[in-house]
């Protein structure tokens, strides 16, 4: 978040306008909920089609999105967004961290900014916690003495040192990751008790030319909604799970499970456009026998 708010700093003024594109990671969402009260306005729009552009207003500053977005994992057409926000004189900016640097490159279908969680896969082992942000070196030059030096987002010695070393391995646990994650993709796609699964490896059809276009691999991090849509279904099945602990985070070597279901948030759900039996996995490097097994003996409790 370090990274987000000195972008989001260095751009805003009071009076602007922001416009969120995608299920975007939620505390971007309470960051735009907090610069309310310094006159900063938002909009979001979760599952943005050819109309997201109605949303814009002439004050619009800032168009930030996330492709693929969080649990639903759907995936944007970079371009589109980038021309028209370009028209317009609006900045864009992306949270690249699903894919990471290797799979997407959001600079070159034309978006301005990228920041990535160094704290998921670029670090890699759950030990870090960092942000990184990319873009022109105007814009990284106002940065610098704006955003970052003046909120104190400064990285240590000791946890850039342990970035380094994630990114030594960076594509030999991406590649391992992307094995894993579309074995159980597969797997889950055959299993009657899944209604859904949100992974840019289900080939939905919106997502599968942008698919082609945008992403040069996926990542270990899946959405699957439970075909009995309830919190007390996903409770069930998570604390059936051994290998899959309960973690918010993701991306480093361990496999973890988490849920924004809860007794009592059907609503909260609903305007999120989420199922009430979503659950979201982390596909870790144990390998996919183990990680299929443990979920297959957890969804065999809800059928019970």
Request: hydrophobic share 45%; proline share 5%.
């Amino acid at each position: 978040m370090g990274a987000i708010s000195a972008v989001w700093s260095t751009l805003l003024r009071a009076g602007d306008h922001v416009l969120l594109l995608n299920d975007v990671y939620g505390p971007t969402l309470q960051l735009a909920r907090h610069l309310e009260r310094l006159s900063v306005e938002h909009t979001v729009v979760r599952s943005p089609g050819e109309d997201w552009e109605q949303h814009l207003r002439p004050s619009t500053r800032l168009i930030h999105l996330e492709s693929p977005g969080t649990y639903r994992m759907k995936v944007l057409d970079l371009r589109a967004i980038a021309d028209v926000a370009r028209a317009r004189g609006i900045t864009t900016v992306i949270d690249g961290t699903w894919a990471t640097p290797l799979f997407q490159k959001p600079l070159e279908h034309g978006i301005d900014v990228v920041v990535h969680s160094l704290t998921k896969y670029v670090g890699g082992h759950s030990d870090v916690l960092g942000g990184a942000v990319i873009g022109s070196a105007a814009f990284v030059r106002d940065l610098f003495y704006a955003g970052f030096q003046l909120q104190g987002s400064v990285m240590s010695a000791l946890e850039a040192s342990l970035v380094l070393r994630g990114l030594r391995t960076l594509p030999v646990r991406m590649a391992e990751h992307q094995r894993n994650a579309i074995r159980v993709v597969e797997y889950l796609q055959t299993c009657p008790e899944v209604a859904a699964v949100h992974h840019p490896h289900a080939d939905l059809p919106a997502d599968h030319r942008l698919r082609r276009e945008q992403l040069t691999g996926v990542t270990g991090l899946i959405g699957l909604d439970l075909a009995e849509a309830t919190p007390q279904a996903v409770a069930r099945f998570v604390d059936a799970l051994r290998l899959f602990r309960i973690g918010p985070s993701w991306g480093g070597y361990e496999s973890l499970v988490t849920s924004p279901s809860k007794p009592g948030g059907k609503a909260a759900m609903a305007a999120q456009v989420f199922s009430p039996g979503m659950v979201r996995l982390s596909v870790g490097l144990e390998g996919a026998d183990a990680q299929i097994a443990d979920l297959a003996q957890a969804l065999d409790c809800l059928a019970r």
